[in-house]
């Protein structure tokens, strides 16, 4: 059965009329209000993209912050996973605006600020079940609860699904009709996977471990600094791999977008999208402990004190270990101490 359960009756023809629901948002609007969306529609695909990116924050950032108002905290974990799940699903429907129209550098400029601020917003949760998976592995969650919230990302991945389509069938976008490509993706899709099924196992484990391994480094103590570079990162793995196997490095993500697909067999998305993750997570582990970048700060206070205070290849060496600084201490006060005795030797011959 495919991810995209049809939840719309279908004609006598068996075509699907609307996508989604007995009538379209597209069409409610123009019943209540009057005033149909698609004329002086919307033109630009970054604008087109924004529409999307604020009705899917808008949405999952209520629902999250009632859900953590009226639950318990036993189940405030699993809604907390759920929006933030959904969230991080639904930009990708916004992200083709910017990538068909902008390329890569457009899709970077606009996912990292986006990511940025939806972190800083939804503080609680796992936006992957690739966090629970290290939390489990690393003997933090037990068996029920990492399978219960496993449970929560492919519900969340299937509202996801939903929400943007429901979003597409608003039909906001002159340049193509939203509507029908909502329609044609719930009736079919296209696998994302254009190169052999073990080069796309390769790369979605790649991607993966070289995602987690930059997300465990310490980059700055500025947290904003860090992050962005995360991000970009991130970004720019996604851009190497988009056209190849979607670079999703997100099981639930990929299931919500590919999963079902006729050219795409279940066992063939289980093993790229969904072990490939699995085994790129252990691989991260072992790029941590044997790995580790620079900190930025610290390659930017060393160059700073090289700018200012140009020292010889002795002292350089001497700086690496912080014994310069208490050198220069030292001849400072024995140049103090010298410069006393000298005062006193006078004053005694005077």
Request: net charge negative; aromatic share 10%.
């Amino acid at each position: 059965m495919m991810l995209r359960c049809v939840w719309a009756s279908t004609t006598q023809n068996g075509s699907l009329p609307y996508p989604g629901l007995a009538m379209s948002l597209g069409e409610i609007w123009v019943a209540t209000v009057g005033e149909d969306l698609r004329v002086g529609g919307i033109s630009t695909p970054f604008i087109a993209a924004l529409v999307v990116y604020i009705i899917s924050f808008t949405t999952c950032y209520v629902l999250y912050r009632v859900s953590n108002f009226i639950l318990p905290p036993v189940l405030r974990a699993f809604s907390n996973d759920f929006f933030k799940s959904v969230v991080s699903i639904t930009y990708c429907f916004g992200h083709g605006f910017i990538r068909d129209r902008h390329g890569h550098l457009g899709y970077i400029l606009a996912s990292v600020p986006l990511n940025l601020f939806t972190a800083a917003t939804f503080v609680h949760g796992e936006g992957s079940v690739l966090g629970n998976m290290n939390h489990f592995v690393k003997g933090r969650m037990s068996n029920a609860m990492f399978m219960s919230r496993c449970l929560v990302h492919i519900l969340g991945a299937a509202a996801a699904w939903r929400l943007g389509i429901l979003i597409y069938s608003l039909d906001f976008y002159d340049n193509i009709s939203l509507a029908q490509v909502a329609e044609e993706q719930t009736m079919a899709c296209t696998s994302s996977l254009s190169i052999s099924v073990a080069a796309g196992f390769v790369l979605e484990m790649l991607g993966t471990a070289l995602d987690l391994w930059m997300s465990a480094q310490f980059i700055s103590r500025r947290t904003s600094v860090d992050n962005i570079f995360k991000l970009t990162h991130c970004a720019l793995l996604v851009s190497f791999g988009v056209n190849l196997t979607g670079m999703y490095m997100h099981p639930t993500c990929a299931m919500a977008h590919t999963f079902g697909c006729e050219s795409e067999p279940y066992y063939v998305h289980v093993f790229v999208y969904w072990l490939a993750p699995f085994v790129g997570l252990a691989l991260a582990d072992i790029m941590i402990e044997r790995i580790s970048l620079p900190s930025l700060d610290n390659l930017i206070d060393s160059l700073t004190i090289k700018s200012t205070d140009p020292v010889t290849t002795d002292e350089k060496e001497k700086l690496v270990n912080g014994e310069i600084i208490e050198e220069k201490i030292e001849n400072i006060n024995d140049q103090n101490d010298n410069e006393t005795v000298l005062k006193k030797r006078h004053i005694a011959k005077e």
